[in-house]
């Protein structure tokens, strides 16, 4: 974005009354946004000529406003199929994606079979959208938080049982969402979007394992998405040959 680094201001400081703010750009930049979208979008700080550029440092060296480039390439005859500018944010950048996915389709009635991009493009959600909704094939890392760097157990020593809906830790205890029944079903699932699975203080308290699966806290819990199903098909694909072509 062609702006001057000396028209920015502070995100958390920004008065909307100010004069200085009356810029056609911020006019039309305030009008697109409504209130509770305004309090998402604040960034660290805001040109005042270009407000929906991004104050990045990202390729390395001083931090400048700009905007981001997205590509959706047909990696196979190397041909551009679509470009989408967006804020350099990543979840912008990784949204644009659905955008020229749905445009490829509505232009050239082409839909990817897979799609190939880093860890950004692995959260839960993305890639619900690309398995559930669109029927592609995630070449994507998972974004995954849950992996332990120390020698404690992580959740991918816990086995799912999608039947009983619990997961089993390593000396054959169940995890559950709940542990008792209740006269109104509840769905459990966070404003994260998760579902929590614990383990029994009881099982836990003499567990052999327990210092190396849980030895700050009484019990095990392990945090699964609701698009886990999708994660896992990332996770099964990674492994097989055709991920790394």
């Known amino acids: 974005a062609d702006v001057s680094r000396q028209r920015g201001v502070a995100g958390d400081e920004v008065d909307w009354n100010d004069p200085k703010l009356s810029s056609r750009a911020v006019r039309e930049y305030l009008e697109a946004l409504d209130e509770e979208a305004l309090a998402e979008a604040l960034p660290k700080k805001i040109s005042l000529t270009d407000p929906q550029s991004r104050w990045t440092a990202a390729p390395g060296g001083p931090a400048f406003f700009a905007y ?74 998972v974004w995954d938080k849950t992996e332990r760097k120390d020698d404690s157990l992580s959740s991918n020593d816990f ?34 979007h998760t579902i929590i699975y614990r383990s029994s203080q009881t099982d836990c308290t003499t567990c052999p394992l327990k210092a190396k699966c849980c030895p700050n806290t009484p019990n095990r819990k392990i945090v699964r998405s609701i698009h886990e199903a999708a994660r896992d098909v990332a996770r099964r694909i990674a492994k097989t040959p055709e991920y790394l072509v």
């Open 68 to 141: 981001s480039t997205n590509y959706l390439i047909d990696t196979e005859h190397g041909v551009i199929m679509d470009v989408e500018a967006t804020p350099a944010h990543r979840t912008a950048e990784v949204d644009s994606t659905r955008t020229m996915v749905e445009r490829v389709k509505a232009q050239f009635d082409l839909t990817p079979e897979r799609l190939i991009g880093d860890t950004a493009y692995g959260t839960a959600p993305m890639l619900a959208w690309m398995v559930e909704e669109k029927d592609i094939e995630p070449h994507v890392p």
């Open 159 to 192: 086995h799912w049982n999608q039947e009983a809906n619990e997961y089993r830790c390593p000396a054959g205890k169940p995890l559950r969402s709940e542990w008792r029944a209740f006269t109104q079903k509840r769905s459990r699932v966070t404003k994260a």
